[in-house]
């Protein structure tokens, strides 16, 4: 089946910093891949849908210049996380769709623990 | 009213027990329809998917959908404690790529 990486795993960081996670399709190529946050015991928060060679498209509630999203690949995605306050901290998983609409291929997560 | 509702659980089984997940929703635009399991701390998994009224088998899994109803299911059978996790459904609009997720159900199958 396919597989999408995510690194890092975890990361704790400061305040005030920025944080890139990386979400990589291993064996196909992915034109759009989403980014999605999830707080403990809760359901997926889509945060963005990214598109390869152009700009992302964020969900309503969701600020474009603290998330920055680069799709710079049809195998990598990263999200930055500038100037990162402990509100932040959460669990981060990416998606990466294949040939049809409802085949998205999830990542393991990154775990970002703000300090 | 969410596009999607899914009871969170949590739902308890004993090894062998049938289980039987569900989400009803509301949009009839909806089109395709997946299940997927996620451990803890873990990416959630494709399970399953489907988009025509009916059941569909793979294995102790069956996604059966009733599209009059906008009514979804997933039946475990023979439930077993490598099961336990959070099941949620997905459900995909006609012509879109977004998923809608279900709040997901936490199962724990006990020994």
């Known amino acids: 089946g396919a597989v999408v990486s995510q690194h890092p795993s975890r990361v704790i960081c400061k305040s005030g910093t920025s944080v890139k996670i990386e979400c990589r399709s291993l064996?196909?190529?992915?034109?759009?891949m989403f980014w999605y946050r999830q707080f403990p015991k809760k359901s997926l928060m889509l945060m963005a849908t990214?598109?390869?060679?152009?700009?992302?498209?964020?969900e309503q509630g969701v600020e474009k210049d603290k998330f920055l999203i680069n799709h710079a690949s049809l195998t990598l995605s990263t999200l930055t996380v500038t100037s990162a306050h402990p509100e932040d901290s959460s669990f981060y998983i990416c998606?990466?769709?294949?040939?049809?609409?409802?085949?998205?291929?999830f990542g393991p997560g990154t775990r970002l623990t703000v300090t | 009213q969410k596009e999607v509702e899914q009871d969170p659980g949590p739902l308890s089984v004993p090894e062998g027990a049938i289980v039987s997940l569900n989400c009803t929703y509301s949009?009839?635009?909806?089109?395709?329809f997946m299940w997927y399991r996620q451990y803890s701390r873990k990416g959630p998994e494709l399970l399953m998917y489907?988009?025509?009224?009916g059941n569909k088998e793979d294995g102790r899994f069956t996604a059966q959908v009733d599209k009059s109803s906008k009514y979804i299911s997933l039946f475990i059978r023979d439930s077993q404690p490598s099961d336990s996790a959070t099941y949620l459904c997905?459900?995909?609009?006609?012509?879109?790529?977004?998923?809608?997720f279900g709040t997901g159900t936490r199962l724990t199958v006990i020994p």
């Open positions: 998606s990466a769709m294949g040939t049809k609409a409802y085949e998205q291929y």
């Open positions: 489907t988009y025509s009224s």
């Open positions: 949009n009839s635009a909806f089109q395709y």
């Open positions: 990214s598109n390869e060679g152009s700009k992302a498209t964020y």
């Open positions: 997905a459900l995909v609009l006609a012509g879109a790529n977004n998923l809608f």
């Open positions: 064996d196909f190529q992915a034109t759009t």
